[in-house]
């Protein structure tokens, strides 16, 4: 079958050289160099690592989308390339030459360099993978449009995202780093930006997180609680220096956003398990047993008088709780409106931020209000604030004044 396909293919290849050299050359652009295979080559490597992070809980559906739509918008984007100059006729004798050597030579190239075995489908699938070179040559030509681009413009910033996880995904890290920080400087404080450059910055330190790797993730989560890449690698930062609750609230946050069949699901719930079973701990399901009891908390929130003058109705009111010995994380938290004031309040474990995390779950916890003028659940400088430690085992009745202005 392959030989009758091949010599098929010969006598339609000796039939078309004539009338192509009677016609002269295509009078259109693809005439010349043309790097369409070089991109969708290189959009086929970024789309695979894209759907990677996807498939890991790294960026979100709508994320994917944004970023599919740009990878393709940037890496297609090439110029036309001049149409070559014509010719002009061709001669009988050139046109027998070559219904003679196209043949030979096909022949013989084949049987110098052919592999019959890539007909298989295992070779096929492999077949239309760039190597190597390919990518680092379609990588290079991105750098080089990149730095063509003018200083400044915002739109580029996902054009210098995908270029540093190319570098990302050769393994070059110093080069994605200098990516990511150019699309750092377009958009400052972008918490996927932030994550990507704490990974490889982390890869340049051996795949230490502790130092600037931290810092950058740690702000990352300030500006997105709910980042996936953020929470997975702050909860191994932490399990990395023993913080083993730390670890387990971060991964068990993570892991409450992430449908259960996934395999970065699976990953979240084997370092669950080592973390618990470094720290000594039971899985939430028997811990939380013997403590039902205290389940919820109650009490009333009122503003010292004294603060009267700097509260507007409008301000956002936050009532939460918080383990006194674990993660910092909030155990259940509840928004209401500064009108609100004064507030008979409860919290249960039906607030809970994570499974993982619940007010059942720890003996002593405390009660806090803040006030919030921008309506953000990350405290800020300027707010007011005030929180009570209720005694062990009393959850009721508990009083939090808001007496006092964040520094």
Do not use: C
């Not at 393709?72 to 009988?92: C, H, T």
């Not at 050769?170 to 958009?187: C, D, I, N, T």
């Not at 474990?349 to 659940?377: H, N, T, Y």
């Amino acid at each position: 079958m392959f030989w009758a396909i091949a010599a098929a293919l010969l006598l339609l290849a000796i039939w078309m050289v004539p009338g192509a050299l009677r016609r002269g050359p295509a009078r259109d652009a693809a005439a010349g160099p043309d790097a369409s295979q070089s991109n969708l080559a290189l959009l086929r490597a970024q789309l695979r690592q894209l759907d990677d992070e996807l498939a890991q809980g790294g960026i979100d559906a709508a994320q994917h989308r944004a970023l599919r739509a740009e990878i393709e918008r940037r890496v297609l984007d090439e110029e036309n390339v001049a149409p070559a100059p014509q010719r002009q006729g061709s001669p009988r004798g050139t046109m027998l030459l070559l219904a003679v050597a196209v043949p030979v030579l096909a022949l013989g190239l084949y049987g110098l360099v052919g592999t019959p075995q890539a007909l298989s489908p295992q070779a096929s699938q492999v077949a239309g993978e760039p190597s190597p070179q390919q990518v680092e040559a379609m990588v290079a030509q991105l750098a080089e449009r990149m730095e063509k681009q003018p200083p400044g413009n915002v739109a580029d910033t996902e054009g210098w995202v995908m270029l540093g996880r190319s570098y990302a995904l050769l393994q070059r890290y110093p080069e994605a780093g200098q990516a990511f920080a150019r699309a750092l400087q377009l958009s400052p404080g972008d918490a996927r930006i932030l994550v990507d450059q704490a990974d490889v910055l982390a890869m340049q330190q051996g795949g230490q997180l502790q130092g600037e790797p931290l810092r950058l993730i740690e702000q990352a989560l300030r500006s997105d609680p709910s980042n996936l890449k953020a929470l997975a690698l702050a909860g191994t930062a932490a399990y990395d220096r023993k913080d083993y609750a730390t670890a387990i609230g971060l991964w068990s946050r993570a892991r409450a956003l992430v449908p259960a069949d996934t395999e970065f699901a699976q990953s979240l719930d084997r370092s669950l398990a080592d973390a618990r079973a470094a720290a000594g701990t039971r899985p939430p399901e028997a811990a939380a047993a013997p403590v039902a009891a205290a389940s919820a908390v109650s009490g009333r929130i009122r503003l010292a008088p004294a603060l009267a003058a700097r509260v507007a109705p409008g301000d956002t009111l936050f009532v939460f709780a918080r383990a006194v010995d674990g993660p910092r994380m909030p155990l259940a938290i509840l928004k209401r409106s500064a009108a609100d004031l004064p507030l008979s309040f409860t919290l249960d474990d039906s607030m809970a931020m994570s499974p993982e995390l619940k007010l059942s779950a720890f003996p002593q916890i405390v009660v806090g209000a803040r006030l919030s003028k921008s309506g953000d659940a990350m405290p800020r400088s300027g707010d007011l604030e005030g929180q009570a430690t209720p005694a062990a085992g009393q959850r009721g009745a508990v009083e939090v004044v808001i007496d006092r202005v964040r520094p």
